[in-house]
């Protein structure tokens, strides 16, 4: 394991402090635009703009990187991260503040898109499932540990904003002062709606809603908490804990997709993650633990359902078809992430606060239900030719590129086969 790790170490270090300072900023940001008294709406489109950016990005950036090079854009793009989140700081209002949570948003795609091409780039056959799986986690910890900074200091204070700086600097250094040749271009995103569909139905309607229920959450999860009466340590602690709970979740759920058909998966965690969220509308629940409790059962079952959407989509899929399919999946995860916060704000200015879990149950809901629905439609894939679920970058951290899909191992199947079908 050392061995194969020691070649992409300096890059998944730089990694884990691009995601301290991306958990950082993204809990920062709707706590501290509470605090100023900004809207439910403007808080929702601070999450909208920030996705919106980031499909742009995942579009854009690889033009970028091809006319000016992977180190002149890595430092541009983490420049103009870093010089947005010190504004941010020194220009408290909320139309410069929604201006440059999209700019960032498509810089952190073109960051994370140069890092995820470089460790493919450096990935072997046989480290590729170990670099894979390191940079899951680092995301993971990086956003979650960013998150748990926020109680350190006073918010009302530029003091978190330029630590997120700080942050951002040192995560420029190992790619910036690398020896390595850069890697090959960066791919070009595709999004094929009609046969994403024809593929997967479950999968393409699934994921939409997954992502608006992400998104929604994610963007206004910490301003539910605040409204609720949460000090910052247990808004902090909360939307740590949803992350965690989804992650220790993936697991078992996908174990259990891989022994029954799929559909019956999904149509399970999204009632549970209906139940969990109809039960945070209606209970109310004033004290901490009650909260933490049901937010952590919503999110375990949330975040477990993203990958397994994807696996179903690819049982139904060519092998050579893997990134094409999933990269596609992604992007649609991201139109649902813009989605989610701009429909959510709105709801909870009109009917409160925990009606934030409204729109989250009715996501889920209609995934269950549709589920249930497509499984008597559509006869299972037969489970020797299913595609291995995997976990996903996605379901851990905010979103994710296309370019990470080149590190999942499955690509490398993709690879083979189309070699193979191409060899007469």
Aim: with cysteine; aromatic share 8%; charged share 10%.
């Amino acid at each position: 394991m050392r061995r194969n790790l020691f070649p992409v170490l300096a890059l998944l270090c730089g990694t884990l402090f691009l995601f301290l300072g991306n958990g950082l900023q993204g809990l920062l940001l709707p706590v501290r635009g509470s605090q100023e008294g900004y809207s439910n709406e403007v808080l929702g489109l601070l999450g909208t703009t920030w996705a919106s950016g980031f499909v742009i990005g995942c579009f854009v950036a690889p033009n970028v990187v091809r006319r000016i090079g992977h180190v002149r854009a890595f430092s541009g793009f983490l420049s103009l991260i870093c010089l947005n989140v010190l504004l941010t700081a020194l220009l408290v209002d909320q139309n410069t503040w929604l201006v440059l949570r999209a700019i960032t948003g498509f810089c952190t795609a073109g960051t994370s898109m140069i890092i995820e091409s470089w460790l493919n780039e450096r990935a072997t056959s046989e480290s590729r499932g170990t670099i894979f799986s390191f940079y899951i986690s680092i995301t993971l910890f990086g956003v979650v540990g960013g998150q748990l900074m926020v109680p350190f200091a006073d918010i009302s204070t530029p003091t978190l904003f330029m630590v997120c700086g700080i942050l951002y600097c040192i995560a420029a250094l190992p790619t910036t002062l690398s020896k390595a040749a850069s890697p090959q271009p960066l791919k070009r995103a595709r999004l094929d709606l009609r046969a994403l569909f024809r593929n997967s139905p479950i999968s393409c309607i699934g994921i939409l809603l997954i992502g608006t229920a992400n998104g929604a959450y994610g963007t206004l999860g910490a301003v539910f908490a605040t409204r609720a009466g949460l000090d910052h340590g247990a808004v902090a602690a909360m939307v740590s804990i949803t992350i965690f709970a989804g992650a220790i979740m993936q697991f078992p759920a996908g174990r259990l997709s891989d022994r029954m058909d799929r559909r019956y998966v999904l149509a399970g965690l999204s009632a549970a993650a209906a139940l969990a969220g109809l039960a945070i509308v209606l209970v109310r629940p004033t004290d901490v633990y009650g909260i933490v409790v049901l937010v952590a059962i919503y999110g375990a079952a949330a975040n477990a359902l993203y990958p397994i959407a994807v696996a179903h989509a690819n049982d139904f899929a060519a092998p050579e078809d893997f990134v094409k399919v999933s990269g596609g999946l992604l992007l649609l995860f991201g139109i649902g992430t813009i989605i989610g916060p701009t429909v959510s704000g709105p709801v909870m200015s009109w009917a409160g606060p925990h009606a934030l879990f409204a729109v989250t149950a009715v996501a889920h809901i209609v995934i269950s239900t549709y589920a249930i629905v497509r499984s008597r439609q559509r006869a299972p894939v037969p489970m020797g030719d299913r595609d291995a679920y995997t976990t996903a970058p996605a379901s851990t951290s905010p979103l994710a590129t296309p370019e990470s899909l080149s590190l999942d191992p499955r690509a490398k199947a993709e690879a083979a086969a189309t070699t193979k079908k191409e060899t007469p």
